[in-house]
């Protein structure tokens, strides 16, 4: 290799390693609102889905029938997942390896929900609901003071 072609692959080197890191991602909505107004709609669309009622009337099995009602679990399955990485955004995230563990629990069984919708399984995703259940309230029991009981 010439000297001339070894100077250039080292001045490309220099200029592409030392590239400004790209800053952290950032939201305009607040911990309170990315609860409200996406992960609760969204995994209250999971947990809706699958149902069975058992009353005088008889027995009711509720769960997907259509495409689009598969869909639309699917959709929420794949934006529960992503929730769990919005809840690690700096200024979100409580800098606690359990909170990245919890959303990382959010995540992880927000895709077998997703999975289960793909493949149309209504059982796996009554399992996925309560996985999903049992990630929402191992966070809140530790971090949400809305969910505390009042000291008397």
Not at 91 to 110: E, F, N, P, V
Not at 111 to 124: M, Q, T, V
Request: with cysteine.
């Amino acid at each position: 290799m010439s000297l001339k072609t070894i100077s250039l692959l080292l001045c490309f080197s220099i200029l592409f390693g030392c590239s400004p890191k790209a800053p952290p991602p950032k939201s305009s909505l607040t911990l309170k609102q990315l609860m409200e107004w996406v992960i609760d709609p969204h995994a209250d669309v999971v947990w809706d889905s699958v149902k069975f009622i058992s009353n005088t009337n008889g027995d009711t099995e509720i769960y997907p029938r259509t495409d689009e009602q598969w869909e639309s679990v699917r959709n929420s399955s794949a934006t529960l997942i992503e929730a769990g990485n919005m809840l690690m955004v700096v200024g979100r995230s409580k800098d606690d390896q359990q909170w990245i563990m919890y959303a990382h629990q959010l995540s992880q069984t927000a895709e077998l929900a997703l999975k289960a919708s793909i493949d149309k399984n209504k059982d796996a995703l009554f399992d996925a609901g309560g996985n999903i259940y049992n990630a929402c309230k191992a966070c809140h029991d530790k971090y949400a003071d809305f969910d505390k009981p009042v000291a008397k």
